[in-house]
């Protein structure tokens, strides 16, 4: 390879890090809440997203179409990972770790709570809840993340809110 | 059952609970994992890149072996035994089965072009129709092409490879005359009346797949099988015993 080469693919890799950088300061901090809302499994997260960070890099297209593209095919990742890896707890009986306490016990208190509510909900449904209220996507794009049909998001967010309002009201009146 | 809904700006509230902070080092992981992700795959394409090389140059190798003999027919290789046998139906020509048999050992050898030694087992058929390919047909010098191309038989057992019960219609040893057109004597004979017959042949082939000795032998497939042709072969001499009552010299 000629040095002009070499010198071309240190570049070309230094711009895609510095385009995957971008990306993840973007996003880093609602994917590891769709990530811990997923596994519901704080212990688990770290893994699971290196994992899918992995994936994305080396699978990094030159260009996206619109920034609802990018963010729906970096979620959509991350959300495949966190399913492979629920269904690999499921294939060994990995029973969720307790969360740990943490300093400051109110927060922990509250966190474990929304946690327990949403294990109560299917991965699917735990997925449209926590793209379009947290994340803030619009339907289409979670649709697009997610692999399904607007009118299945519509519907697993519906299931989904109306059983976390029971259960973190329910909660609510017990406390 | 009486239940305390929550509104929807609060369970937005409530989501944002969930853990957004990566502990210290994530990203250097992350970034550790990469590097090395990158690494294996390269070490994987550079190991698959020479396998697949490996792999042509080996298809282009037989493949050239392949072609370079007798007309990329060659399907056994190496010093080792062949041994086929067939029940075949021989149809008629003009109204009668016919067999046929040529052997020749090498001829004109020393000529530009000798006439390799060979064996030729196939039927008749009448004038104008065009012969179905070889039951059996193997050609000194050249590795041997697979028998029975035309799928005119099925397998059977093999039958004895002995004379008795046969005539030596003659022995062929090679010759230096022949070639450039000029055939020296061979066998080339016709058996007639046999409509379904046995064959069976051994070829001895060398470690480049090519026949260097081999026995043939055509028994008729009805009542107790009687013989009809033997023949041993070499690319230097040819031995043959027919049936004289169904075989004559074409």
Redesign the interface.
């Known amino acids: 390879m000629a040095p002009t080469e070499i010198v071309s693919t240190r570049s070309a890799r230094r711009l895609k890090r510095d385009r995957f950088e971008g990306l993840l300061r973007a996003h880093a901090s609602r994917l590891r809440r769709l990530c811990h809302g997923m596994l519901t499994d704080r212990t688990r997260v770290d893994d699971v997203l290196q994992e899918a960070f992995i994936k994305a890099f080396r699978k990094l297209p030159p260009s996206f179409e619109s920034p609802a593209h990018e963010s729906a095919w970096l979620y959509k990742i991350v959300y495949r990972c966190c399913l492979d890896e629920l269904r690999r707890a499921r294939r060994h009986r990995t029973a969720p770790l307790e969360e740990p306490v943490d300093d400051a016990m109110e927060r922990a208190r509250s966190s474990l709570s929304i946690i327990r509510a949403l294990r109560e909900l299917t991965p699917e449904a735990r997925a449209a809840v926590l793209l379009v209220d947290l994340v803030g996507f619009d339907y289409r794009t979670a649709a697009a993340a997610l692999g399904v049909p607007e009118g299945t998001v519509a519907s697993r967010l519906s299931n989904g809110r109306a059983r976390l309002h029971e259960l973190l009201g329910e909660e609510r009146r017990d406390q | 059952m009486?239940?305390?809904?929550?509104r929807?700006e609060?369970?937005?509230a409530?989501?944002?609970?969930?853990?957004?902070?990566?502990?210290d080092g994530?990203?250097e992981?992350?970034w550790d994992?990469?590097e090395v992700?990158g690494r294996t795959?390269a070490r994987r394409r550079t190991l698959a890149a020479t396998l697949v090389l490996a792999a042509a140059v080996a298809a282009l190798t037989s493949a050239a072996v392949h072609a370079l003999t007798h007309e990329g027919k060659r399907i056994f290789a190496g010093p080792r035994t062949v041994q086929r046998s067939y029940a075949c139906t021989i149809p008629s020509a003009n109204g009668v089965p016919v067999l046929t048999v040529d052997a020749a050992p090498l001829a004109g050898y020393a000529s530009p072009k000798p006439v390799p030694a060979h064996v030729i087992v196939n039927v008749g058929a009448p004038i104008g129709v065009t012969l179905p390919p070889p039951i059996v047909d193997w050609t000194g010098g050249y590795a041997i092409p697979p028998f029975d191309t035309g799928r005119q038989c099925t397998h059977a057992a093999a039958v004895a490879y002995t004379p008795r019960g046969l005539t030596l219609e003659g022995v062929y040893p090679h010759t230096r005359t022949g070639g450039n057109g000029v055939y020296a004597p061979s066998l080339q004979v016709r058996c007639l009346y046999a409509a379904h017959v046995l064959i069976s042949a051994r070829v001895q082939l060398d470690k480049r797949g090519r026949a260097v000795s081999a026995k043939l032998a055509i028994r008729s497939a009805r009542g107790k099988k009687p013989p009809i042709a033997y023949v041993e072969w070499s690319p230097a001499l040819v031995r043959a015993y027919t049936d004289p009552s169904s075989c004559f010299d074409s």
Do not use: S
Request: glycine share 8%.
């Open positions: 009486n239940v305390i809904l929550l929807d609060q369970l937005r409530r989501l944002l609970e969930l853990d957004g902070e990566a502990p994530f990203y992981d992350v994992g990469i992700h795959v």
